[in-house]
């Protein structure tokens, strides 16, 4: 079993909607937990970063985090076609400066 | 601010060539800096990480070997390029202990 699974879509949705991105985890030590956006050819770029349960909140994103159930979410309101690249997941373990485990990544299109 | 450098962009190279790829960050210091490697579909998989001068790790046993000269420089590299190794290699830094990876714009590697 991976430590960290991610459905790899691809998901489509027309412009507009609302888009839920989710990712679960086997390891209870997780801490940090991120979201990462990449467009084709380019590298990862970082949405959200939260290391608490709950939800964090910025602009049209919002990151979730479960931890009681090892989930955590990605919400896209109003979505746009500028939106269209894969999301990656991202955990790791606080004290470890290598242990940082992705998600395969969703692939995301937004139908304008 | 912090910014990273990653080149080049592109790279096509023989079987059984030599490898050099580079990578700067500006704007901070003493960071934690990571070498991954992205297949096609895949997540992303870490090779090396670095947390000071001449200090490397490495998490998978394969034809690459990475260094860190100075502070803010990783550099990775291969003696003799396998077929295996083309893919898309990403750079990425960290600073303090709690803060998340911000990765450059990365490079495609064919080997031919």
């Known amino acids: 079993q991976k430590e960290v699974e991610q459905d790899p879509g691809p998901l489509s949705v027309p412009e507009g909607a609302i888009v839920s991105l989710n990712c679960t985890y086997s390891n209870s030590a997780f801490q940090y937990f991120m979201w990462y956006r990449q467009y084709s050819r380019k590298g990862p770029e970082l949405l959200m970063y939260?290391?608490?349960?709950g939800n964090k909140e910025d602009g049209r994103f919002t990151a979730q985090v479960d931890k009681s159930s090892k989930y955590i979410s990605l919400f896209i309101r109003d979505s746009q076609p500028s939106d269209s690249a894969t999301y990656l997941c991202a955990m790791r373990v606080y004290s470890s400066a290598s242990k940082i485990i992705f998600g395969s990544g969703t692939r995301l299109s937004i139908r304008p | 601010s912090q910014t990273i450098h990653q080149w080049p962009a592109t790279l096509v190279q023989p079987v059984g060539s030599p490898l050099s790829l580079e990578c700067t960050v500006e704007?901070?210091?003493?960071?934690?800096l990571y070498w991954y490697r992205q297949a096609a579909g895949r997540g992303l998989q870490l090779l090396f990480y670095s947390v000071g001068i001449g200090q490397i790790s490495s998490e998978v046993p394969q034809n690459l070997s990475a260094s860190r000269p100075q502070d803010r420089q990783f550099i990775l590299s291969s003696k003799k390029l396998l077929l295996s190794d083309s893919g898309f290699y990403l750079c990425a830094w960290r600073g303090t202990e709690d803060s998340p990876l911000h990765f450059g714009n990365g490079t495609r590697l064919t080997v031919t």
């Open positions: 704007g901070t210091s003493n960071p934690n």
């Open positions: 939260t290391y608490s349960s």
